[in-house]
């Protein structure tokens, strides 16, 4: 599920904080050596989705927690442009390549971020050699594929618990994420919240004046990346807002440069 939202109007208050997880600067860093986690993903830089966001932030701040972290990703094999998604490329290898790639990173542990080609082969890789590794369930593919016309939820559904119930555990955003995935049959569910930097730079209407007006909206990813630009310059026409931002977890960006291609006015950003 992909969130946006527009942030907009002639006044603005400050941001209020997320109910998520919040990163806390200035940890001290453990004397003994870190710990080795491996991530292996399909979705990385240069990229720009909620998944490589969320890696990002987690490669970023682990150190200070006392983890390394390793990201194997696609760029490291042969790549191919995915179906019906062309600009996003993945790897074309065999679960005995990332098998060796395993070997040679060491890691302590290994998190499978993905369900995509590079995941599917690090699940074998894993299974075949003993290795337990985690998972984590970021993306809604079963109604992403039906609303495409690719493949039934159901028969999607089937496949990922295949896929994460093999797992010591799946990672879920959320509590209601959790309750619907178990009911579905998924399996050791842990919680991993996001949250957001308490040092990422405020949108300019927030830090100019004392209101701001938000419109949110949810939409999958297929029905979203065309109706979303046309959503969000309808709300900001009928409110008046001349100003706004894009606030967003992943689609901010796509949606900031589809209204600059349709020559809305330039005081606006992705945040």
Known sequence: MNVFAVVGGDQASPLVQSRGVHIRPGMTV???????ILIITDAWLPQVNGVVRSIEALVREAPALGVEIEVLAADGFRTVPLPTYPQVRVAVTRPGAVRRRIEELKPDFIHIATEGPLGLCAWFACRRAGRSFTTCYHTRFPEYLAARRVAPSRFVYAL????????SGMMV???TLGRELDTRGFVRLMRWSHG????????????????YGIYAQGCAAAIGGSVAP???????DHLGWRKFSIVGHSMSTWVATQLAQHHRPRDREGV
């Open 30 to 36: 453990p004397a003994f050596p870190l710990t080795r």
């Open 160 to 167: 990922l618990r295949r896929f994460h119930n093999a797992g």
């Open 173 to 175: 955003s959320t509590e």
């Open 196 to 211: 957001v930097s308490l040092r990422a730079p405020q949108p300019p209407q927030a830090r100019a004046s004392s209101r």
């Open 230 to 236: 046309i959503s969000a310059r309808m709300v900001a």
